[in-house]
Nanobody
Framework: QVQLVESGGGLVQAGGSLRLSCAAS????????MGWFRQAPGKEREFVVAIKRSDSDTYYAESVKGRFTISRDNAKNTVYLQMNRLNPEDTAVYYCAARYGLDYGSPRLWTYYNYWGQGTQVTVSS
Protein backbone atom coordinates (compact mmCIF):
# COMPACT_ATOMS: atom_id res chain seq x y z
CA GLN A 1 0.00 0.00 0.00
CA VAL A 2 1.20 3.48 -0.84
CA GLN A 3 0.85 6.41 1.49
CA LEU A 4 1.35 9.98 0.35
CA VAL A 5 1.79 12.79 2.83
CA GLU A 6 1.79 16.42 1.74
CA SER A 7 3.36 19.24 3.68
CA GLY A 8 4.49 22.81 3.18
CA GLY A 9 1.16 24.56 2.86
CA GLY A 10 0.38 27.75 4.69
CA LEU A 11 -0.56 31.40 4.44
CA VAL A 12 1.41 33.62 2.09
CA GLN A 13 0.94 37.07 0.63
CA ALA A 14 0.28 37.57 -3.04
CA GLY A 15 3.53 37.48 -4.97
CA GLY A 16 5.14 35.14 -2.49
CA SER A 17 6.32 31.56 -2.80
CA LEU A 18 5.75 28.21 -1.18
CA ARG A 19 7.21 24.78 -1.72
CA LEU A 20 4.97 21.80 -1.17
CA SER A 21 6.37 18.34 -0.51
CA CYS A 22 4.77 14.96 -1.05
CA ALA A 23 6.54 12.12 0.72
CA ALA A 24 5.72 8.58 -0.26
CA SER A 25 5.99 5.36 1.69
CA UNK A 26 5.27 1.82 0.68
CA UNK A 27 6.65 2.04 -2.84
CA UNK A 28 9.30 3.98 -4.62
CA UNK A 29 8.17 7.14 -6.35
CA UNK A 30 10.58 6.61 -9.21
CA UNK A 31 8.22 4.02 -10.70
CA UNK A 32 5.19 6.27 -10.52
CA UNK A 33 3.63 9.11 -12.42
CA MET A 34 3.07 11.93 -9.96
CA GLY A 35 0.56 14.72 -10.09
CA TRP A 36 -0.64 17.69 -8.09
CA PHE A 37 -4.24 18.79 -8.00
CA ARG A 38 -6.04 21.48 -6.08
CA GLN A 39 -9.54 22.15 -4.92
CA ALA A 40 -10.91 25.49 -3.84
CA PRO A 41 -14.11 25.78 -1.79
CA GLY A 42 -17.16 25.24 -3.95
CA LYS A 43 -15.09 24.25 -6.96
CA GLU A 44 -14.16 20.99 -8.59
CA ARG A 45 -10.77 19.37 -8.22
CA GLU A 46 -8.40 20.97 -10.70
CA PHE A 47 -5.29 19.60 -12.35
CA VAL A 48 -2.13 21.56 -11.60
CA VAL A 49 0.91 19.64 -12.79
CA ALA A 50 2.19 16.12 -13.46
CA ILE A 51 5.54 14.48 -14.03
CA LYS A 52 6.08 11.22 -15.85
CA ARG A 53 8.47 8.48 -14.80
CA SER A 54 11.07 9.72 -17.25
CA ASP A 55 11.06 13.13 -15.52
CA SER A 56 11.51 14.74 -18.89
CA ASP A 57 7.79 14.75 -19.50
CA THR A 58 5.90 17.30 -17.46
CA TYR A 59 2.44 18.72 -17.87
CA TYR A 60 1.26 22.04 -16.47
CA ALA A 61 -2.11 23.72 -16.28
CA GLU A 62 -2.09 26.97 -18.21
CA SER A 63 -2.93 28.89 -15.07
CA VAL A 64 0.32 27.88 -13.36
CA LYS A 65 2.71 27.55 -16.28
CA GLY A 66 5.81 29.65 -15.71
CA ARG A 67 5.07 30.02 -11.99
CA PHE A 68 4.98 26.46 -10.64
CA THR A 69 7.61 23.75 -11.02
CA ILE A 70 7.34 20.08 -10.20
CA SER A 71 10.41 18.04 -9.32
CA ARG A 72 11.22 14.68 -7.86
CA ASP A 73 13.93 13.50 -5.47
CA ASN A 74 14.01 9.75 -5.81
CA ALA A 75 16.57 9.35 -3.03
CA LYS A 76 14.12 10.96 -0.62
CA ASN A 77 11.07 9.40 -2.27
CA THR A 78 9.58 12.85 -2.39
CA VAL A 79 7.98 15.07 -5.01
CA TYR A 80 8.00 18.83 -4.72
CA LEU A 81 5.85 21.61 -6.06
CA GLN A 82 7.61 24.95 -6.10
CA MET A 83 5.04 27.72 -6.36
CA ASN A 84 6.16 31.24 -7.18
CA ARG A 85 4.31 34.51 -7.81
CA LEU A 86 1.30 33.18 -5.96
CA ASN A 87 -2.00 34.99 -6.28
CA PRO A 88 -5.30 34.69 -4.39
CA GLU A 89 -6.72 32.47 -7.16
CA ASP A 90 -4.16 29.84 -6.13
CA THR A 91 -5.86 29.44 -2.75
CA ALA A 92 -6.97 25.82 -2.40
CA VAL A 93 -6.26 22.50 -0.79
CA TYR A 94 -3.43 20.93 -2.73
CA TYR A 95 -3.30 17.17 -3.19
CA CYS A 96 -0.55 14.99 -4.55
CA ALA A 97 -1.40 11.83 -6.41
CA ALA A 98 0.47 8.82 -7.74
CA ARG A 99 -0.16 6.32 -10.45
CA TYR A 100 1.49 2.95 -10.46
CA GLY A 101 1.05 0.35 -13.14
CA LEU A 102 0.30 0.63 -16.82
CA ASP A 103 0.53 4.17 -18.12
CA TYR A 104 -2.57 4.84 -20.15
CA GLY A 105 -4.96 7.73 -20.08
CA SER A 106 -4.26 11.35 -19.30
CA PRO A 107 -2.30 12.48 -16.23
CA ARG A 108 -4.43 15.64 -16.33
CA LEU A 109 -7.43 13.66 -15.10
CA TRP A 110 -7.86 12.83 -11.44
CA THR A 111 -9.23 9.41 -12.39
CA TYR A 112 -5.80 8.51 -13.78
CA TYR A 113 -4.28 8.18 -10.32
CA ASN A 114 -4.32 5.25 -7.88
CA TYR A 115 -3.26 6.97 -4.69
CA TRP A 116 -3.90 10.31 -3.07
CA GLY A 117 -2.56 12.28 -0.16
CA GLN A 118 -4.72 13.98 2.43
CA GLY A 119 -4.05 17.48 1.12
CA THR A 120 -2.42 20.62 2.42
CA GLN A 121 -4.03 24.05 2.58
CA VAL A 122 -2.53 26.94 0.66
CA THR A 123 -3.96 30.37 1.31
CA VAL A 124 -2.81 33.43 -0.59
CA SER A 125 -3.83 36.79 0.79
CA SER A 126 -4.20 39.86 -1.39
Amino acid sequence: QVQLVESGGGLVQAGGSLRLSCAASGRTLSSSVMGWFRQAPGKEREFVVAIKRSDSDTYYAESVKGRFTISRDNAKNTVYLQMNRLNPEDTAVYYCAARYGLDYGSPRLWTYYNYWGQGTQVTVSS
